[in-house]
């Protein structure tokens, strides 16, 4: 079956870096975009960062775009999310997707705070 784990989350003072991972199995990681999304306190889950299967074709929400990176290793089924200056409005659970044949996927999330 479908699994996706994150990892990586923690406490960082604003200005910090963590970098989160995913590890997916269950499916051909290889021919599937991966995503990945958050969910800050009391608030929706919201899109972060998208990587089409190629690696090479990505899109950031407006809110991230120029501090996080999000990459893939497709030898590896590893997706991951480098996150630099990152403020306290960053704080959140992060979680993988993926969307195969109309259906979503998630991992249980990874929770990131920021904060000094």
């Known amino acids: 079956q479908v699994q996706l784990v994150e990892s990586g989350g923690g406490l960082v003072q604003p200005g910090g870096s963590l970098r989160l991972s995913c590890a997916a199995s269950?499916?051909?990681?290889?021919?599937?975009?991966m995503r990945w999304y958050r969910q800050p306190p009391e608030k929706e889950r919201e899109f972060v960062a998208n990587?089409?299967?190629?690696?090479?074709?990505?899109r950031y929400a407006e809110s991230v775009m120029g501090r996080f990176t999000i990459s893939r290793d497709n030898s590896k089924n590893m997706v991951y999310l480098q996150m630099e200056s990152l403020e306290p409005e960053d704080t959140a659970v992060y979680y993988c997707?993926?969307?195969?044949?109309?259906?979503?996927?998630w991992g249980k999330g990874t929770l990131v705070t920021v904060s000094s």
């Open positions: 997707n993926v969307n195969i044949y109309g259906l979503e996927y």
């Open positions: 269950g499916f051909m990681f290889i021919s599937y975009d």
């Open positions: 990587i089409r299967n190629d690696g090479i074709t990505i």
